[in-house]
């Protein structure tokens, strides 16, 4: 032996063969005597040298699961340097060193201390070195080794889904793929057949089959109808160790549903419906349902209802109901139960998705017959017109018939009717209707030009039932007749230039005319005969409708004649023919040396005709800058103050006047023939505290006879001013002299209060406001008495 420290070990192992052989391993004493090749230092400077090694081990295999009443032995480790005197220890680490691995660190014995699962880790990695106790050094290199686990039968397989969902239409082909199911086992597929998985069908034969070895399900059975049975359930099995005996298994469940083709058509449940309807049903009225039955679901049972064609066909029509999928019946026409009662359709209903794939099996449509029977009701009158519109002349006479109505009860009946005019569209009462007859005629005259046109609204109502009536328009035309003259069109204002030569055209003139010819209007002007040789002016017509004014001298003086009047016949071409004159009224004007006009007459024009635009802009700019400035100063002068407001206003001022007249002997003093002047008037008596807005115009009196009454003279005066709106609404001293009668109430004058012994208190009088301020200072207190 070299002097070298070589370390040998001495391994215990089990081996795998006999592990499956015997019940608890042996323990065996095994020598590996090998040689070793070192690995190369970190430095690896140095050469390779060869080591002569004590022993050789590279990996081990335990099982897992070991269920035996003692852990479960691994191996042994063992070196040369161990002379049996417990100088060395032996360490293990690595993979579940101390915790599923243990070493007894005297002996080098390994053991596996928990139960191992190889779906949990099936494979350790492991380090083994021996140390010396006293100095703690390593007498052999460390060294790695491998612990594999090997594999037993303890998983079954199992699917990726509890349930599966899954479909197929039905009528499909055997074999037809329906959907593939998928199991894992979650042992060893390198060892044994613990992971081979086999499917099979425990459930859902002999509709479906499964492949064993793919999982993919299909259909078993040919023809499979959806409406005999839609749903299905297959059991599925996915069995390990290739489906021998002793293998674990695991199952799921796959819902199959048939889903629906459009392999059956349309049928009715009986081949004759009866259906009624009143006569006067309206259009679109619901008369009944009717369905074609079919088993097929969605879009494969959808249907299309239609009448064929034939009788009925143009008086109904039949629509379909696509939430219920029923043929609705309904009118398409107005019936009538005198004219045909009862109706037999033939109704077809019609897959609207057929299938090609189903031709075979027959069409994908079926027909039913509808008797629809037709009930009378007591219908209105019925008004039979060839055309609502009249025309009548504009001259016709009253009580002229101008048209006639017809109405006749449909109902087999045939009741008498009534006719009536509905007064709301003739409120002037033109016409009439008989009620007999339904004649229409005039009651008043027509004027065209008026109301060319008149809607009438006439009522047939039955006699026997007065709840039976139709009403109907009647549109009437007045035509025109030619009873209105042209006249000019307009007020034409004419004027001729002084210095207008002959021959010169002053005016153009045109016509109007309130008919209406139906060639259109044709006018023709010419003087009247008086003026037919006319010396100064003539008229030119033009052939189309106007005519012009011509001058027929040279020259024209305005201080000799400065008006002109021309009068103008205007005739029509209608029948009978109308005419007027109209007159036109030419000025003699002043003109430039160009023919615009600078004045007529005395009088100068507002607006000169030579004014440019800009003059005339200029101008009305400066009437507008006037009439604001005299709103201003108007609205200025209105917020004054009265125009009397100092202390010689008379309503605060007692004015005492020494004269007394001396009555009706005293002639001298006042002149009594004035008031016995039927033609004296007395002029309007104005405000004179206030500006007044409106200056009032004389009021003139009706004349009064000759020597008339003094005191009825003054009794008519007094009356007018009492009635006169325009009067002073102040009380003032009348200018009468004559009073008449004492008053039983005596005087109510305050003047003579200063010769009666009694006080009187006029305090009162400073409630009255600032306008009697002054009649209270001087009768208001005693001081004021006594001054």
Known sequence: MRTCYCLSFLIWTSMLHEVHALSSPKRTNMYFQAERIMGVPKDHGKALHRTKRGWMWNQFFLLEEYTGPDTQYVGKLHTDQDKGDGNLKYILTGDGAGSVFVIDENTGDIHAAK????????????????????????????SEFIIKIHDINDNEPKFTKDIYTASVPEKSRVGTSVIQVTATDADDSNYGNSAKVVYSILQGQPYFSVDPDTGIIKTALPDMSRENREQYQVVIQAKDMGGQMGGLSGTTTVNITLTDVNDNPPRFPQSTYQLSS?????????????????????????????????????????????????????????????????????VEATNTHPDPRFFHLGPFKDSAFVKVFVEDVDEPPVF????????????????????????????????????????????????????????????????????????????????????????????????????????????????VCENAKAGQLIQTVSAVDKDEPPRGHKFFFELVPEYTIHPNFSIVDNKDNTAGVITRR????????????????????????????????????????????????????????????????????????????????????????????????????IVTYNDEGGGEEDTQAFDIGTLRNPEAREESKIRRDVMPETIFQIRRTAPLWE?????????????ENDLDPTAPPYDSLATYAYEGNDSIANSLSSLESLTTESNQDYDYLSDWGPRFKKLADMYGGDESDQD
């Open 278 to 346: 009143l006569e006067s049903a309206p259009l679109g009225t619901s008369l009944g349902r009717i369905k074609a039955n079919d088993p097929d679901v969605g879009e494969n049972a959808e249907i299309e209802y239609s009448i064929a064609d034939g009788e009925g066909a143009d008086m109904f029509d039949i629509i379909t109901d696509k939430d219920t999928q029923e043929g609705i019946i309904t009118v398409k026409k107005q019936l009538d139960f005198e004219k045909k009662n009862l109706y037999t359709l033939k």
């Open 554 to 653: 040279n020259g024209y003086n305005r201080n000799k004649m400065n008006t002109y009047l021309l009068p103008v016949v205007i005739f029509d071409n209608d029948y009978p023919i109308q005419s007027s004159t109209g007159t036109l009224t030419i000025k003699v004007c002043t003109c430039d040396s160009r023919g615009n006009m600078q004045s007529c007459n005395a009088e100068a024009l507002l607006l000169p005709a030579g004014l440019s635009t800009g003059a005339l802009v200029a101008i009305l700019l400066c009437i507008i800058i006037l009439l604001i400035v005299l709103f201003a100063a108007m609205k200025r002068q209105r917020k004054k103050e009265p125009l009397i407001v100092s202390k010689d206003d008379v309503r605060d001022n």
């Open 384 to 495: 039979n017109m060839p055309s609502n519109l009249i025309e009548v002349d504009e001259d016709a006479r009253e009580g002229s018939i101008i048209g006639q109505v017809v109405a006749q009860d449909p109902d087999a009946a045939k009741n008498v009717i009534k006719y009536s005019l509905n007064r709301h569209t003739d409120l002037e009462r033109i016409f009439s209707i008989h009620s007999g007859n339904g004649s229409i005629f005039i009651s008043k005259t027509l004027d065209r030009e008026a109301t060319p046109w008149h809607n009438l609204t006439v009522i047939a109502t039955e006699i026997s039932n007065p709840k039976q009536s139709t009403q109907a328009p009647i549109f009437i035309r007045i035509l025109d007749i030619n009873d209105h003259a042209p006249e000019f069109d307009k007020y034409y204002e004419t004027f």
């Open 707 to 719: 020597n008339i009454d003094v005191q009825d003279f003054i009794h008519r005066r007094l009356k």
């Open 115 to 142: 139960k191992l699962d190889r779906e949990e880790k099936s494979l350790y990695v492991l380090r083994a070195k021996a140390i010396d106790r006293k100095t703690g050094r390593q007498v052999e290199p460390e």
